[in-house]
T-cell receptor, first 114, second 116 residues
Framework: GAGVSQSPSNKVTEKGKDVELRCDPI?????LYWYRQSLGQGLEFLIY????????KSGLPSDRFSAERTGGSVSTLTIQRTQQEDSAVYLC????????????FGSGTRLTVV | KQEVTQIPAALSVPEGENLVLNCSFT??????LQWFRQDPGKGLTSLLL?????REQTSGRLNASLDKSSGRSTLYIAASQPGDSATYLC???????????????FGTGTRLQVTL
C-alpha cells in the first residue's frame, strides 16, 4: 500500500480482555517497529522486527505483551488481560532497509481500557 | 545507551517569527536523524531526514542541520504560521556494530504553538 496502515483506529475494551492490534507496513519494507504513546508522554519503544532476524523485544513492558510478524509483512501486537495502564496510542512504523531511509509511521490505534 | 533530548519542551511564538528547535543526542554513532511532526491525537508525519554524512536538509520553510560530532541537530522554521502548531520530535537511527542501521530512538519533543 501507499502508507503504513493500522487497524483498528480506535479500540475500547474491558479490563482483563485480550486485544489484537494490526499493522500493515509499506510493501517491501523489511523493518517494522511498534511504539506506544501514553497521554502526555513520549514514544516508548516496544518491539523491532528486521527481516528474518530475531526481533528485538527489549521494550515490551510485561509478558502480557507479544508481537509477531507473519511472512515478513503484516504484524500483530497482542495484549493479554488488558489493564487500565495499557491505555495509549499504539504506533507502527516501517522502513525499507533497517532505517537507512527513515521511517514511515501509521496513524496509530488508540486503545482505551475501561 | 542513546539518549535524545529536545529543548525547549514547549514554545509559543507569534505568527511570522522564525524559530529554532534543538535536539541533542549522546551517542554520535548514528545512521541518520529524522524530524517528525505530531498533531494532537494523530500519528507522526516525517518532515526531514538527514543522513549521517549530510550537514543539512531543506524542505520549504523548514531547514534541519546536523552536527554529528557534537551530537546536535536543529530544526529551523521560517515565517511561522498557526498551522505549524504541533509537537516536533527528532529521532536518531543507531548504527549497529556491523555498520548498518539499527534502532530508532526518539527525543522528548517540543510542543510549538504559533499564535495569531
Amino acid at each position: 500500500g501507499a502508507g503504513v496502515s493500522q487497524s483498528p483506529s480506535n479500540k475500547v475494551t474491558e479490563k482483563g480482555k485480550d486485544v489484537e492490534l494490526r499493522c500493515d507496513p509499506i510493501s517491501g519494507h523489511t523493518a517494522l517497529y511498534w511504539y506506544r504513546q501514553s497521554l502526555g508522554q513520549g514514544l516508548e519503544f516496544l518491539i523491532y522486527f528486521q527481516g528474518n532476524s530475531a526481533p528485538d523485544k527489549s521494550g515490551l513492558p510485561s509478558d502480557r505483551f507479544s508481537a509477531e510478524r507473519t511472512g515478513g509483512s503484516v504484524s500483530t501486537l497482542t495484549i493479554q488481560r488488558t489493564q487500565q495502564e495499557d491505555s495509549a496510542v499504539y504506533l507502527c512504523a516501517s522502513s525499507p532497509g533497517q532505517g537507512a531511509n527513515g521511517y514511515t509511521f501509521g496513524s496509530g490505534t488508540r486503545l482505551t481500557v475501561v | 545507551k542513546q539518549e535524545v533530548t529536545q529543548i525547549p519542551a514547549a514554545l509559543s511564538v507569534p505568527e511570522g517569527e522564525n524559530l529554532v528547535l534543538n535536539c541533542s543526542f549522546t551517542d554520535s554513532a548514528i545512521y541518520n536523524l529524522q524530524w517528525f511532526r505530531q498533531d494532537p491525537g494523530k500519528g507522526l508525519t516525517s518532515l526531514l531526514l538527514i543522513q549521517s554524512s549530510q550537514r543539512e536538509q531543506t524542505s520549504g520553510r523548514l531547514n534541519a542541520s546536523l552536527d554529528k560530532s557534537s551530537g546536535r541537530s536543529t530544526l529551523y522554521i521560517a515565517a511561522s504560521q498557526p498551522g505549524d502548531s504541533a509537537t516536533y520530535l527528532c529521532a536518531v537511527t543507531q548504527t549497529s556494530y556491523t555498520g548498518t542501521a539499527s534502532k530508532l530512538t526518539f527525543g522528548t519533543g517540543t510542543r510549538l504553538q504559533v499564535t495569531l
